[in-house]
């Protein structure tokens, strides 16, 4: 059964109310009526089961809570924020939706010098918003995640890489790291600040260069700032790739896969 997102404030302890299109997947696309049980979510971590009382000419849908979830049940060990070069549309949406199935808590397109997408593109990234929004919406109900990660608006990689200082762990992947694995450098890293940081979640910055990579004068900026660049492999990963892979390596060694 998918879950469904319900507005906090159509939200209660007793009772729910869906609208617009999540009642009208539930009725027209499903065909559920009175006495289907749901599963809802909220989109700021709030999870809760349902059942249907009454399906309205206006085309919401009623019905009382039967069960509150705890958000902390889901929880990852760590804040992933993922900075990543901002990437042709297609490429970007596949970042998005898989970030999302693993768990990034935000998402923030990183204009750099070697980003290919044009310029009125970086300017439209406004008008996305929405799609981008549903996109996210679609993936967190696929996978049964109870929050909405945000995506911030862009920004340039100098200034958040500075903004970023002494602001959590930030990760920096970059493929000029010949001969060291993720896991030589990735690891002890992630659990040494795990430890320092326990029992909290971990803030990670992830940062993940455009199509055309990191420069070397900006992995070295990065270092001066506090980041810590790792590898992944032998291989020349395409950039949402490698954000999937990094995005994964993260919560794999943190314990939130």
Not at 88 to 101: F, P, R, V
Not at 230 to 242: D, Q
Request: charged content about 25%.
């Amino acid at each position: 059964m998918p879950q469904f997102l319900v507005a906090p404030e159509d939200v209660s302890l007793s009772s729910f109310r869906l609208r617009a299109s999540e009642a009208f997947h539930v009725v027209k696309v499903m065909r559920l009526g009175a006495g289907a049980e749901l599963d809802l979510f909220d989109g700021k971590g709030g999870r809760f089961k349902g059942v249907i009382e009454a399906v309205h000419a206006d085309g919401s849908v009623t019905g009382k809570v039967t069960e509150t979830i705890k958000a902390d049940d889901l929880r990852a060990p760590v804040n992933l924020n993922l900075y990543l070069g901002l990437l042709k549309a297609s490429h970007w949406d596949y970042a998005l939706e898989k970030g999302t199935e693993l768990g990034v808590s935000s998402f923030t397109p990183l204009l750099t010098p070697r980003t290919v997408v044009l310029l009125h593109e970086v300017e439209r990234t406004k008008a996305k918003a929405e799609r981008w929004s549903r996109l996210i919406m679609a993936a967190a109900k696929q996978c049964g995640r109870a929050d909405l990660p945000p995506v911030r608006d862009a920004v340039q990689f100098r200034d958040a890489i500075r903004e970023l200082k002494d602001k959590g762990l930030v990760l920096l992947a970059w493929e000029g790291m010949k001969g060291a694995t993720a896991g030589d450098i990735l690891g002890p890293a992630l659990r040494g600040a795990a430890s320092i940081n326990a029992p909290k979640p971990l803030e990670v910055n992830l940062f993940i260069g455009p199509e055309g990579g990191f420069s070397e004068e900006e992995v070295e900026l990065a270092r001066a700032e506090g980041a810590i660049a790792f590898g992944l492999g032998p291989r020349i990963l395409r950039a949402e790739t490698a954000a999937i892979a990094a995005a994964a390596l993260v919560q794999y060694e943190l314990g939130g896969v």
